[in-house]
């Protein structure tokens, strides 16, 4: 898995801001090189390898748009009614009908292909018939009206998705559109993903009475999914050094990326950090974001270490702003505008400037039926339910001190933080 070098990063022990972590992060890493190919109703969520080509047009054929009667542009009555024999019928599916005459209305469906000569189409809503069958069409319509032409929407040899591309419902439509079958994509970034802490037990298994259910694994490992990722669960370890560091040495080997949680602070059962240093190096340790703080950077052998902290939100928050960008560069994927949304803050709040902070926050309609940001009451690092019971995270630059009610705020919905 050489995907990293011992040597490539150097960084003292402060507190990195959130941006120099992530271009530091995104600036070494390699994406995994190896490509392969993936058939249509698998390829939603995967990195597109190479630019795809559309090998023809879009529609591939000139066809109508509606049902209804065709005719040559010249034929359109300029004023008053026409009546226009109807001279053929033709269905979608069905090859084209003989070309269109002079002072002719061809009978026509939603999708049919245009009889030569034919440019136009009136809907069927917007006719009569008379009692010989001709059709009378009222004066008014543009010529071209109702019409799709061969390569309107997609002109063959144009580039139609990028390299780098994640696969959504809509790109996978298109690809299909176009008559492929399979795409070439990045193979899935391997990670390896372990918990640490004596005081951590499995669901499922016995909890003492100092114990706690292990969360963040099931929430990294489902995060990890959401990503692409090829996920090895390697479970909880003890606080042991010499145990992490020989899991961590044994999963560098097959791994692109080991995702930890717990361990990485200063804590005398703190061992994560040694252990990274005993078998690799690390590029740093603590960024200023809050929740989170000890987030630590590494590379063990090639592969790539992301330790989160142990507090669910912080493990949460930190995984969202470091851990998601280094997933994404390693896959292959161009990197991510993360959109805010400006919304008014319901809320005060005071922040130390230097760090990047993030509130959780719940949508709410102000008087004037406005959404307003309303902060969770509580701020503890460990509060599952304030994940669950808010709607995203405002997003406190370095440079912000305090925040009013009335305040635009960066609001991030959660759907684009997963
Ligand atoms: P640590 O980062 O190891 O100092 O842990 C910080 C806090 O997060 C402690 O209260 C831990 O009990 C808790 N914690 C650590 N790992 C987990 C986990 N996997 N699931 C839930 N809570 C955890
Ligand atoms: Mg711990």
Same mark, same amino acid.
């Given at each position: ?6 040597? *490539?990063f150097a ?18 890493l390699?994406p $995994? ?27 591939p054929?000139?066809?109508?748009a509606v ?9 359109l ?19 084209s ?19 030569e ?11 009569r018939?008379?009692?010989a069958?001709?059709?009378i ?15 309107e ?15 959504r419902?809509?790109? $996978? ?11 070439s994509?990045?193979r899935?970034v391997? $990670?390896?993903?372990?918990s640490?802490g ?30 692409? *990722?090829?996920?090895t ?39 994560? =950090? ?15 974001i =809050? ?7 590494g ?9 989160l902290?142990?507090?669910?939100v912080?493990?949460? $928050?930190?995984?969202?702003?470091v ?11 161009k ?8 919304l ?6 005071? =922040?130390?400037?230097?760090r990047?902070?993030?509130v ?7 008087a ?11 701020e503890?690092?460990g509060?599952?339910?304030s ?13 912000v ?18």
């Amino acid at each position: 898995m050489a995907q990293l070098s011992d040597d *490539c990063f150097a960084f003292g022990g402060s507190l990195m801001p959130v941006d120099e972590a992530v271009a530091l992060i995104a600036s070494r890493l390699r994406p $995994v090189a190896e490509t392969e190919m993936a058939p249509l109703a698998e390829a939603d969520g995967r990195v597109l390898a190479e630019d795809l080509v559309a090998p023809l047009p879009l529609p591939p054929f000139t066809n109508s748009a509606v049902d209804g009667y065709a005719l040559h542009g010249a034929d359109l009555p300029a004023e008053g009614e026409a009546v226009f024999p109807v001279s053929a019928r033709v269905q979608a599916g069905m090859s084209s009908a003989a070309p269109i005459e002079p002072g002719q209305a061809v009978r026509i469906f939603t999708g049919a292909p245009m009889p030569e000569g034919a440019d136009t189409v009136f809907m069927q809503e917007d006719v009569r018939l008379d009692e010989a069958g001709g059709v009378i069409l009222p004066a008014g319509l543009r010529r071209g009206a109702n019409v799709r032409p061969a390569g309107e929407d997609i002109s063959v040899g144009s580039t139609v998705l990028r390299a780098g591309q994640i696969l959504r419902p809509q790109d $996978v439509a298109l690809v299909a559109a176009l008559g492929l079958t399979e795409v070439s994509v990045r193979r899935r970034v391997r $990670v390896a993903v372990f918990s640490t802490g004596d005081e951590i037990v499995a669901p499922g298994s016995t909890r003492g009475p100092a114990q706690l259910f292990d969360s963040n694994r099931f929430m990294l490992r489902a995060m990890l999914a959401r990503l692409g *990722c090829a996920v090895t669960d390697l479970g909880i370890l003890r606080d042991e050094g010499d145990l992490i560091a020989r899991v961590l040495a044994e999963a560098a080997a097959a791994h692109d990326l080991i995702l930890t949680s717990g361990g990485v602070s200063t804590g005398e059962a703190d061992h994560v =950090k040694a252990s990274v240093e005993s078998v690799g190096s690390l590029v740093f340790w603590r960024v200023a974001i =809050k929740p989170g703080r000890p987030v630590a950077m590494g590379v063990i052998r090639g592969a790539a270490f992301i330790g989160l902290p142990g507090n669910p939100v912080a493990s949460f $928050v930190t995984f969202a702003h470091v851990a998601r960008p280094a997933i994404r560069a390693l896959a292959g994927a161009k990197p991510e505008t993360l959109l805010a949304m400006p919304l008014r803050a319901a809320f005060s709040y005071r =922040k130390k400037e230097g760090r990047r902070e993030y509130v959780r926050a719940s949508l709410r309609r102000g008087a004037d039926g406005a959404y307003e940001a309303e902060k969770f009451p509580r701020e503890g690092a460990g509060l599952l339910s304030s994940l669950v019971d808010t709607d995203g995270l405002v997003e406190l630059g370095e440079e912000v001190t305090g925040v009013k009610p009335g305040d635009i705020v960066r609001f991030l919905p959660y759907s684009s933080l997963l």
